[in-house]
């Protein structure tokens, strides 16, 4: 811990799990009674209802400078989390006061891969692509998932691939692929691998 300091009450110093997730962050406390209001990385916050145990890092020192809240990881047992106002909230057990949960801003929320409800068939955990290879049904290599972006009802795929210039250097680019049945032809999540029909010049 910090010099002098001590975690708030309901969080215990721990260690992330080995499989453990960045699944979000606390954007501020919601209300008087210790609830939070959380950013989820995923248009689909499914996983943080799935599990009562969050573990919480100590935010970026850009996005929030001087925490003192705590150090290093803690965990903590969540009483409930639900959708409200179409952002997600979530009560802590042991933190019953506004200024606990304001004290907690900026936090980092880590899960533990295994704890996430299993997909349905067809349906993949934005998570689970990111690092995947993209390549076409004739085998070219279309590079790899660098992120995935929500667009309405669709998802993007977001692909980093090198990109060899007019005069022979290479340099980094990205290609954009609706992540839909159209496109996508097979996700090999155990070959590290997605199939589309598409070519490098769309």
């Not at 309901?10 to 939070?36: C, F, H, M, Q, Y």
């Not at 959380?38 to 890092?57: C, G, N, R, V």
């Not at 639900?82 to 019953?96: M, P, Q, W």
């Not at 049945?181 to 097979?186: F, L």
Request: proline share 6%; net charge negative.
């Amino acid at each position: 811990m910090l010099p002098g300091t001590q975690p708030s009450a309901g969080l215990t110093p721990s260690s992330l799990p080995d499989d453990a997730l960045e699944v979000g962050r606390i954007l501020d406390a919601w209300g008087v009674k210790g609830w939070v209001k959380i950013l989820p990385h995923s248009t689909d916050p499914e996983a943080l209802f799935s599990t009562k145990s969050w573990f919480l890092q100590v935010p970026d020192a850009k996005f929030r400078p001087g925490f003192t809240a705590f150090s290093g990881t803690v965990s903590l047992k969540v009483d409930e989390s639900k959708i409200h106002s179409g952002t997600v909230v979530a009560k802590f057990n042991g933190l019953d006061e506004r200024n606990a949960a304001e004290a907690l801003r900026g936090a980092r929320i880590f899960l533990s891969r295994s704890s996430f409800p299993a997909a349905s068939t067809d349906e993949y955990y934005w998570v689970d692509l990111i690092g995947l290879n993209v390549v076409n049904r004739e085998g070219i290599a279309l590079g790899c998932v660098r992120d995935l972006m929500a667009t309405g009802p669709n998802s993007v795929l977001c692909i980093e691939y090198t990109a060899t210039e007019e005069d022979g250097t290479s340099s980094s680019a990205e290609r954009m692929i609706p992540f839909v049945s159209a496109y996508v032809d097979a996700v090999d999540i155990a070959g590290k691998c997605i199939t589309v029909d598409w070519q490098p010049d769309y």
